[in-house]
């Protein structure tokens, strides 16, 4: 029987940590979400914010729906306010050192039985295990951007998770609204293994004044019934997350067709991230 969890964490504000804390919050789990300082909370805050305001104009939520959303979540710099929670998921930039390092203090600071996951898209949930002294307690927990959106959550277990775990967690994506694959610790899991070949391939394309973007774009969407084209998808990504999820990728299998496209290094040098930063290949008023 899977253990239903109430009380959750979420370490690291960004797009998709906000995303997942509105994702939990929304199917009325109780959230502490953790960044390093103010202005990273408050950004990740009026990420929430505008989300459920969308939602509420569009008719999807009552304004006191969306007031009780809110309020479940509480905003913190410290990670010792996640002591009581169950579960903990982090979603900070995909850096191992960065991750290790917050695994280790997620340790010591929770208690034996809080299941650590990983919203990692990349890196080796495997080798996040190691950096605690609960391996058989950590996950990986990978959800797709916009999160509140996007169906899919892939559960990625080591070869030490605990069956329990597993359960648990796949449980907790059922009550989120959401359908789980579960599979083993591979570079890109299932879907970025099979996407990023791709997205970087239309970036060459790009970058070789083969094609412009909306043109690129316009041929996947219209020719093959995607929601939205590769360059535009990379702006909603971001161009660092793709620059360092293609780099992980392609360290770990050499396999050039995961080699980032210069271009992608080169936008994000210059701060053109994407959406969140206004520019990318497109520009976002
Ligand atoms: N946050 C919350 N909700 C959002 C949102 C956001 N950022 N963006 C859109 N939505 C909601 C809208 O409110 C709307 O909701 P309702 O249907 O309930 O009214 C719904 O999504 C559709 O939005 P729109 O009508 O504005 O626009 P759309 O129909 O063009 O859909 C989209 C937008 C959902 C982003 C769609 O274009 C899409 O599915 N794109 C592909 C996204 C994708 O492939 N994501 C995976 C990226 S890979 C990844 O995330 C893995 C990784 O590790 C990097």
Redesign the pocket.
């Known amino acids: 029987m899977a253990r239903e969890l109430t009380e959750v964490g979420v370490v690291g504000l960004g797009?998709?940590g906000a995303?997942i804390s509105?994702v939990l919050a929304r199917a009325g789990l109780s959230v502490t979400a953790v960044d390093v300082d103010d202005e990273a909370t408050a950004r990740g805050r009026a990420h929430i914010e505008q989300?459920t305001e969308?939602?509420l104009t569009?008719g999807?939520l009552e304004s006191a729906e969306r007031d009780e959303i809110l309020g479940r979540i509480r905003y913190s710099t410290s990670l010792e306010d996640l002591a009581a929670a169950e579960l903990v998921i982090e979603a900070v930039p995909e850096r191992l050192e960065l991750k290790t390092e917050i695994f280790g203090k997620l340790d010591a600071i929770c208690p034996p039985d809080t299941i650590l996951a990983t919203n990692t898209?990349?890196l080796s949930v495997t080798e996040l295990s190691v950096a605690t002294a609960r391996p058989s307690r950590v996950i990986g927990m990978?959800?797709?951007?916009?999160?509140?959106?996007?169906k899919l959550v892939e559960v990625v277990r080591t070869v030490v998770t605990e069956p329990s775990v597993v359960e648990d967690v796949e449980a907790l994506a059922a009550r989120l609204g959401k359908v789980d694959v579960t599979i083993g610790d591979r570079a890109g899991f299932i879907?970025?293994a099979l996407?990023f070949g791709y997205l970087n391939h239309a970036v060459s394309m790009f970058e070789a004044r083969y094609a412009s973007r909306e043109d690129i774009d316009a041929a996947m969407r219209l020719g093959c019934g995607?929601?939205?084209g590769p360059l535009?998808?990379m702006d909603?990504?971001?161009i660092d997350?793709?620059y360092e999820?293609l780099d992980t990728m392609y360290k770990q299998s050499r396999n050039r067709l995961h080699a980032p496209a210069p271009i992608i290094k080169q936008m994000m040098t210059a701060g053109l991230l994407g959406r969140k930063t206004g520019r990318g290949f497109y520009s976002y008023a």
């Not at 990978?142 to 996007?150: D, I, L, R, S, T």
């Open positions: 797009t998709m995303g509105e989300s969308r939602a569009r999807k898209s990349s990978h959800f797709f951007n916009p999160a509140p959106v996007m879907a970025n996407l995607l929601p939205m535009a998808l909603l990504i971001g997350t793709a999820i």
